[in-house]
């Protein structure tokens, strides 16, 4: 199909296209999609996780930003999916064309995600659209790892806090690299992202507060917030950021608010 189109995968867009229908048949089926449900598919390439959707009776509105795939798809099936083509993120948030077509309506987002936007875009589904049901999505294993991190582990920082305050994570499957084309040099995984159904707000003052702290994740919170700061119970000042579960990180938010609303 590539060649016919006179076209070929792009590296500067992460495009490896993800061949193998098992693994693309149990990413779909951990997202639970039936028949009438609406789906977002971002990077939908040659269109083979599209077909797999389209063939469960979805919904589906792919963004693809490569213009001679977007030509490719728009050929192959017209008329059955809403097909935008553009960047999937503005200046970090979802494209506003998506956000329009996709509001007041609950929808998931099955992908296989190209690898530079994907936790960006997993970071603003969970915490701008709440009328988003659950991401499953493909990425890189190692962010998986980091996604599902424990506390006070190496892979556990910013993005493994920022999406457990408001989700719950599961690994679905592992994916080689043989069942991409080209091969990545890297493993692959599929994931299953469901939010909490109460989710709490501030979430960008949250995430500020998180990524200042882990910027000096090295130092004993002590030296970061100041050695005159009132710890709660259960911190002292002698503890690193990464040793700190997201129940202790929003004591330590609460507490910094509250003495920047007083002043």
């Known amino acids: 199909m590539l060649q016919a189109y006179g076209l070929s995968p792009l590296h500067r867009l992460g495009q490896n296209f993800l061949h193998d229908h098992n693994i693309l048949q149990k990413l779909v089926d951990a997202s639970g999609v039936e028949c009438g449900d609406l789906v977002l598919e971002i990077g939908p390439g040659t269109g083979t996780l599209t077909e797999t959707l389209l063939d469960r009776g979805c919904t589906v509105i792919a963004c693809e930003l490569d ?32 956000t329009e077509l996709l509001a007041n309506r609950n929808w998931k987002l ?77 493993t692959s995984a599929c994931v299953a992202i469901v939010p909490h159904k109460n989710r ?37 000042s002698e503890q690193r950021p990464a040793t700190l579960s997201i129940q202790q990180l929003e004591q330590l938010f609460a507490i910094t608010n509250t003495s920047k609303d007083s002043i």
């Open 200 to 236: 709490p707000q501030r979430n960008e003052e949250f995430a500020e507060f998180v990524t200042s702290l882990f910027a000096k994740r090295r130092k004993q919170l002590g030296s970061i917030l100041g050695r005159e700061f009132e710890f709660p119970e259960g911190i002292t």
């Open 67 to 98: 213009r001679g795939l977007a030509g490719l798809l728009q050929d192959r099936l017209g008329d059955a999916i809403t097909l935008i083509h553009g960047d999937c993120l503005v200046k970090k948030h979802l494209n506003p064309r998506l």
């Open 110 to 186: 099955v992908a296989n995600l190209p690898y530079q936007i994907a936790s960006p875009l997993i970071v603003d589904v969970l915490a701008n659209h709440q009328n988003c049901l659950g991401q499953f999505v493909t990425i890189q294993y190692e962010v998986s790892q980091r996604l599902m991190a424990k506390v006070n582990s190496k892979d556990w920082g910013v993005l493994s806090i920022l999406v457990q305050r408001l989700a719950t994570i599961s690994l679905v499957t592992k994916a080689p690299n043989t069942c991409f084309w080209p091969q990545p040099k890297i």
